[in-house]
T-cell receptor, first 113, second 111 residues
Framework: KAGVTQTPRYLIKTRGQQVTLSCSPI?????VSWYQQTPGQGLQFLFE???????NKGNFPGRFSGRQFSNSRSEMNVSTLELGDSALYLC????????????FGPGTRLTVL | QKEVEQNSGPLSVPEGAIASLNCTYS??????FFWYRQYSGKSPELIMF????GDKEDGRFTAQLNKASQYVSLLIRDSQPSDSATYLC???????????FGTGTRLQVTL
């Protein structure tokens, strides 16, 4: 099976812009979770989507949003970018049932100038 | 108090030795515990997970869980230079997929 894929791998944006990141989970996996990783805060949970519905949400401002499509692919959007949004954005794929293992994609490195 | 705590390291062990990585968590309702390995510039890679008190072995790796003490550890036997990485402890509560991560312990295996 192919692993989790994320596009793009690198992005450079300026403050105030918006950005959309994409994640394709492992085939057959219905749950996609998004995480932000920064040197100062480590890995922090953004939100989880399962069967096109947001199932859980972390403590991030409303500028961070996401969605999931019927093929389980997910996108996350960040509006009005701030310098502090510079981070590695990771998505994790999970079957969505009783199994617990989450498998991470390679991540998208976002730099906000 | 952080929800998941790890010593940031670096933990330095000689090649062939046992590396012991530790993690404590604050939520007594936590049900599943995960160890991820992250090489510099890469994404986390799942090593193993544990649900029940006691030990779980997978190759050179052993996870140990003590729910009463809210403590989980990872032992790496016969450490190799390729094991040099940051090891992340993650905790899951309930049925949702949210993982709460520690800040990671950097392991250095020296020749």
């Amino acid at each position: 099976k192919a692993g989790v894929t994320q596009t793009p791998r690198y992005l450079i944006k300026t403050r105030g812009q918006q950005v959309t990141l994409s994640c394709s989970p492992i085939s057959g996996h219905r749950s996609v979770s998004w995480y932000q990783q920064t040197p100062g805060q480590g890995l922090q949970f953004l939100f989880e989507y399962f069967s096109e519905t947001q199932r859980n949400k972390g403590n991030f401002p409303g500028r961070f949003s996401g969605r999931q499509f019927s093929n389980s692919r997910s996108e996350m959007n960040v509006s009005t970018l701030e310098l502090g949004d510079s981070a590695l954005y990771l998505c994790a794929s999970n079957e969505g049932g009783r199994t617990n293992e989450q498998f991470f994609g390679p991540g998208t490195r976002l730099t906000v100038l | 108090q952080k929800e998941v705590e790890q010593n940031s390291g670096p933990l330095s062990v000689p090649e062939g030795a046992i590396a012991s990585l530790n993690c404590t968590y604050s939520d007594r309702g936590s049900q599943s515990f995960f160890w991820y390995r992250q090489y510099s510039g890469k994404s986390p890679e799942l090593i193993m997970f544990i649900y029940s008190n006691g030990d779980k072995e997978d190759g050179r790796f052993t996870a140990q869980l003590n729910k009463a003490s809210q403590y989980v550890s990872l032992l790496i036997r016969d450490s190799q230079p390729s094991d040099s990485a940051t090891y992340l402890c993650a905790v899951k509560s309930g049925t949702a997929s949210k993982l709460t991560f520690g800040t990671g312990t950097r392991l250095q295996v020296t020749l």
